[in-house]
């Protein structure tokens, strides 16, 4: 035998569930349950599909993200085109792209756009739970709206995801996910705090680190994201921007925050989250669980208005959010909570190999009717395919016996509890019971 070729290190498969392996991960069920929850919450609230490459302008991410950040110092997968020697890069994120699409194809000439994509970026990170080097991302962006109101209705939108996927939002103990937002001012507005912040880490720079040295003059802002615990009571004393901020961006949040509160949103205001990403401006928010240890944060945003002028566009104003998902699968993992259709609606036990021609019609017609069920395939005796019937999960078993068979009908035998009692059901009228089998999924019968 050759040896075996393994996956990149830091880039995972996404497996079927009840599968053994080396390391905690989602299964493939939850992801697709995600998929379609969100495709129903975002198609909601109005927003449309788009894909971009995966593949892009390494000065696209340079330029967009900006050059003193984790991202573009050290993090991407860029490489040089060997056959006409473009500068090429993995996407390390994805509203960078976005953004390029709709400059380069003047997608916002007919008027703001509300759109979003899914699929996988890039990051050279550590590989530790919740950390990954190819991860997925879903991203939502609201382009050419100015806000406020677009701002709230974008976090309200998280929140709709959130409930649709079974999690507890607020900021109790209990709950599951908490909002923290801040505002980070207009340029101008940051430029004053840049210049305060540079004054007063200068004063303390026997307490900076090395990474937070290289960046006192670069992206002093970033400093304030640092996690080193080392640095925390510097940071937590460092200025706020707050104090920098003018009455319009103080207004802005405000009409956030007014929004937010009528719904009943609880959020806490964090003056210390600043991303990192150099693009943002005003809002900025994160989503943040408890329950996954140091990797919490399962979605993350803000507005974005100077990002398109930045890449060659008009200036248009902008707001959206990443949401990594990896973490929030594992975290709807760890939290146990069940993954609708993820279990057939029935199994189908056929013992004897006379009967299959018969039992597939019957199967076949159910499937039509919307019933999903699993065959069993590859003979066997009645007991280890009942077995088999018992482990799969499946609601039901259906049993096509030789005694059945010479009825017209087949056996339906709940596997579950509370499933009621055996019966038998006539092979001909199969579209007509096929509703029976459906009934308590959730599913339209
Ligand atoms: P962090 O501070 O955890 O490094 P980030 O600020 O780099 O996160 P964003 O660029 O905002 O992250 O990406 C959006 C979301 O993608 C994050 O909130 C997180 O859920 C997820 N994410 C970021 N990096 C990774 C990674 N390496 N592996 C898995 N998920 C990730
Ligand atoms: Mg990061």
Known sequence: MSEKILAVKGMNDILPAGLPRKEKLPDS????????????VLSRHGYQYLMTPIVEPTALFVRGIGEATDIVEKEMYSWTDAMNGDRLTLRPEITAGI??????HN?????????????PVFRHERPQKGRYRQFHQLDVEALGFAGPDVDAELILLVRQLWQALGLKVGDGSDCHVRLELNSLGQPAERAA????????????????????RRRLHSN??????????????????AP?????????????????CQVLDAAGLPYRINPRLVRGLDYYNLTVFEWITEQLGSQGTVCGGGRYDGLFEQLGGKPTPAIGFGLGIERLLLLLQELGVPVPGAQADAYAVIPDVAALPQAMVVIDRLRAAGVSVLMHAGGGSFKSQFKK????GARHALVFGADELAQGMVAVKPLREGGGAQRLLPLDGASGWAAELLAGTGQPA
Request: proline fraction near 3%.
């Open 389 to 392: 019937a018992d482990a799969s």
């Open 220 to 237: 002093p802002l970033r400093i304030l994201d640092s996690k080193n615990p080392a640095m925390q009571a510097l940071v937590e004393a």
């Open 99 to 104: 953004v390029r699409a709709m400059v380069e």
């Open 193 to 212: 705090h840049r210049a305060a912040l540079i004054t007063y880490f200068e004063a303390h720079a026997e307490q900076l680190d090395e990474d937070a």
């Open 240 to 256: 706020k921007l707050q104090a920098h901020l003018g009455d319009a961006s103080k207004a802005h949040l405000a009409a956030v």
């Open 29 to 40: 069920a939850l992801w697709r349950w995600f998929e379609t929850t969100v495709q129903t």
């Open 107 to 119: 997608a916002l000439y007919n008027g703001p756009l509300r759109v979003w994509g899914i699929g």
